[in-house]
């Protein structure tokens, strides 16, 4: 048997009045989704289940059959392996947007979803100013980035800045959950406030601001957790080998820990832009020779995060 799993993540919605109260997806001109669903077999899942917060990271470990409250270790842990970095017995790893603050208040969680190349610079100036044998920063894809503190205390509240869209970020800093984290608080936070002093004087956000474009003045570290303990899909259901194609690092971490090997498509960016036709193909040409294949398109999330009802549905249409 051969197995595949399309998801279009983030597709699901609540009745939107600007779409005559539809949700995207019932927007959306989808003939061949539609087709699917007429010919196929039709069912509802919980992918997050009771106590957890509802995110990617948990509907993916969920979705593919982990018990998630045995092995989930956060974000950063997961983006870690596709980055092809260990994380030590020693080491916490946080997941590391860039974002835009604006008025003191969190304009958007990917600063204007800049560009790598511009991240990277950024990302590596802040490694040379604020870096040491216990803090290191890795530079990943547009806004999304790691962090690895060393000797850290996990058990802390972080809030993802994409969920706190025009909020004082003073109001959403690091807490504590346990009097022996607040250490790992107090420096998170600090690495917080003097990433605001470096980055609003960074010749890129400074060109940022003067083109118009949102800046990438704050870090904003979020989902703490150790090294998981995973084992792999393969075992679990018999298949011989399998593939994950995604843009996005959490996915591909996710996949790694699985057992699939991960394929990168050019031109796949994780937004409305992404190349489906690449995609697809590496899908297709993917189960010809493996038991198991992951699609994962991140466009519908990325337009939902924006709060763009009109790109949601065109990613619905794109995929379809």
């Known amino acids: 048997m051969k197995y595949i799993i399309i998801l279009g993540d983030g597709m699901a919605d609540e009745p939107i009045p600007a779409l005559g109260n539809k949700t995207p997806l019932q927007a959306a001109n989808k003939p061949t989704i539609d087709l699917l669903a007429k010919k196929g077999r039709c069912g509802l899942l919980c992918t997050v ?118 909020t004082p970020y003073k109001n959403v800093l690091v807490k504590p959950q346990e009097e022996d984290a607040q250490q790992t608080a107090d420096l998170i936070n600090e690495l917080i406030i003097k990433s605001q002093e470096l980055l609003k004087k960074h010749p890129i956000d400074l060109r940022r601001k003067a083109e118009g474009k949102d800046m990438a003045n704050s870090i904003w570290p979020w989902s703490p957790g150790y090294r998981p303990k995973m084992g792999t899909l393969l075992d679990q259901y018999n298949f011989r080998n399998g593939i994950v194609i995604s843009a996005v690092d959490l996915i591909k971490g996710i996949g790694i820990y699985a057992g699939l090997q991960s394929i990168d498509v050019e031109g796949a960016t994780g937004l409305a832009d992404t190349n489906y036709e690449g995609k697809t193909q590496a899908a297709i040409n993917a189960l010809k020779e493996t038991d198991f294949v992951f699609l994962h398109i991140e466009a519908s999330d990325e337009a939902g995060h924006e709060g763009n009802a009109e790109l949601k549905k065109k990613t619905i249409e794109y995929l379809d």
Do not use: W
Not at 50 to 56: A, M
Not at 97 to 119: P, V, W, Y
Not at 132 to 139: A, S
């Open 49 to 166: 289940p009771e106590g957890f917060q509802p995110g990617s990271e948990i509907a993916h470990l969920s979705l593919l059959g982990y018990d998630v409250e045995s092995v989930f270790e956060g974000r950063g842990t997961l983006e870690a392996a596709s980055m092809g970095i260990t994380i030590k017995d020693d080491e916490m790893a946080m997941r590391c947007n860039l974002i835009c603050i604006e008025d003191d208040k969190i304009k958007n969680h990917s600063a204007g979803h800049i560009s790598t190349e511009e991240a990277h610079e950024l990302i590596e100036y802040l490694n040379h100013e604020l870096g040491n044998e216990n803090v290191k920063f890795h530079t990943g894809i547009s806004y999304r980035h790691l962090l690895i503190i060393k000797k850290a205390n996990k058990h802390i509240t972080c809030t993802p800045p994409h969920d706190v869209p025009g």
